[in-house]
């Protein structure tokens, strides 16, 4: 959320103070989009220098936070449908030289966010497969429509209301677990 005022919301400060007034932001937005610190702080340098290059075309009708997140969004799918190409390809590399479907394993560093059950969330998203993961937060949190999500992902429509169904499931027992823990 835009920090500054109403009256200052749609006007642009300068492009040398974005990383001080957005830059933990649009790193948050990124990196649970992506899983991967790394991936995230890529996709927010794109999206500044993204930005930068059309600032002439900002027209104050957002927030400029608003706006900047809008540009790291289109980074961020755009650095998922990356992934998955290459994903696909290293697949089929490791399929043929081993005869199986290897599989690839990622942590997703810890979070930074406070908020006890919020937090308990986002570990458990940590935990979850990265295509259910990446699946629950386009889909659920960023209501990204399906068949976008799909053509992301590269699944089908049931395999996606499948992957979101399995991963609330889990989300559900994480906290289940954490409150029922926490009573004790």
């Known amino acids: 959320m835009d920090e500054r005022p109403a009256a200052d919301i749609g006007k642009r400060s300068d492009p040398a103070c974005w990383v001080a007034l957005h830059g933990e932001a649009m790193f ?3 990196r649970l989009r992506l899983g991967d610190s790394d991936a995230a702080e890529e996709a927010v340098q794109e999206a500044l220098l993204a930005a930068y290059r059309s600032r002439d075309r900002f027209d104050g009708r957002s927030s400029e936070r608003t706006w900047l997140i809008g540009i790291l969004r289109h980074k961020v799918l755009d650095r998922i449908r990356r992934d998955r190409r290459e994903a696909e ?5 490791r399929w043929y030289k081993r005869g199986h479907w290897a599989q690839k394993q ?8 406070d908020e006890e059950i919020k937090g308990t969330v986002v570990k458990a998203l940590e935990t979850l497969p990265e295509q259910m993961r990446r699946a629950l937060v386009l889909r659920e949190v960023d209501r990204i429509p ?3 999500v799909c053509e992301i992902l590269g699944v089908s429509r049931t395999n996606l209301w ?3 169904h399995r991963g609330k499931l889990r989300l559900r027992q994480a906290v289940t677990e954490q ?3 926490g009573a004790r």
């Open 28 to 30: 948050a937005y990124a």
């Open 162 to 164: 499948t992957l979101i």
């Open 106 to 113: 990622q942590k997703w560093p810890d979070t930074l966010e």
């Open 179 to 181: 409150i029922s823990g």
């Open 89 to 93: 390809h290293t697949e089929e590399v």
């Open 146 to 148: 399906s068949e976008t």
